[in-house]
T-cell receptor
Framework: NAGVTQTPKFQVLKTGQSMTLQCAQD?????MYWYRQDPGMGLRLIYY???????DKGEVPNGYNVSRLNKREFSLRLESAAPSQTSVYFC????????????FGPGTRLTVL | SQKIEQNSEALNIQEGKTATLTCNYT??????LQWYRQDPGRGPVFLLL?????KEKRKERLKVTFDTTLKQSLFHITASQPADSATYLC?????????????FGQGTTLQVKP
């Protein structure tokens, strides 16, 4: 039981490049979330998916898109990376409705030059 | 707008003492509050959840209180150990609470010195 996994662990992009951050969970959770964490800012919600087939914007969605591929996988895409998107990205999942606890992945450290 | 504040200054205490961390919130009446622990380079890990009708909750050396009048939660670690050194985040359910979305505080870093 791996919990929440994220790939890659580290990534360096040039401004304007695109990339997709992958997230998968093996806990059969219905809800999944993408956060970014910046120094002094705490965790901020980018997008979430309350259940398979649905996605909604969080606090800071601009510049990002998401896909809930199936119940297990929730990807985050940066279409045209900007230096302001340099951050640590965390994916989380929860069995919302039964438990409100969120389980987090190990994070992806992204640098945009 | 909803706002959560944790003491941004690091808390340094001696091993064996009780650490007390504070989480304040405004413009908000959350149904519950959660505390997470985050170690450097890792994702947050859930510790405790306390509901609005619970004044206090305990788990081993951890204790959380929730004062809805003061709009404040206190997180205590008794008999602290160097292994307790980490950043602690409080989180509140967002909006109507029917999506599982959480709003996180910025975290307080605890350093326990031997």
């Amino acid at each position: 039981n791996a919990g929440v996994t994220q790939t890659p662990k580290f990534q360096v992009l040039k401004t304007g490049q695109s990339m997709t951050l992958q997230c998968a969970q093996d806990m059969n959770h219905n809800s999944m979330y993408w956060y970014r964490q910046d120094p002094g800012m705490g965790l901020r919600l980018i997008y979430y998916s309350a259940s398979e087939g649905t996605t909604d914007k969080g606090e800071v969605p601009n510049g990002y898109n998401v896909s809930r591929l199936n119940k297990r996988e929730f990807s985050l895409r940066l279409e045209s990376a900007a230096p302001s998107q340099t951050s640590v990205y965390f994916c989380a999942s929860s069995d919302f409705g039964r438990s409100d606890t969120q389980y987090f992945g190990p994070g992806t450290r992204l640098t945009v030059l | 707008s909803q706002k959560i504040e944790q003491n941004s200054e690091a808390l340094n205490i001696q091993e064996g003492k009780t650490a007390t961390l504070t989480c304040n919130y405004t413009n908000y009446s959350p149904a519950y509050l959660q505390w997470y622990r985050q170690d450097p380079g890792r994702g947050p890990v859930f510790l405790l959840l306390i509901r609005e009708n619970e004044k206090e909750k305990r788990k081993e050396r951890l204790k959380v209180t929730f004062d809805t009048t003061l709009k404040q939660s206190l997180f205590h670690i008794t008999a602290s150990q160097p292994a307790d050194s980490a950043t602690y985040l409080c989180a509140l359910v967002s909006g109507s609470g029917n999506t599982g979305k959480l709003i996180f505080g910025q975290g307080t870093t605890l350093q326990v010195k031997p």
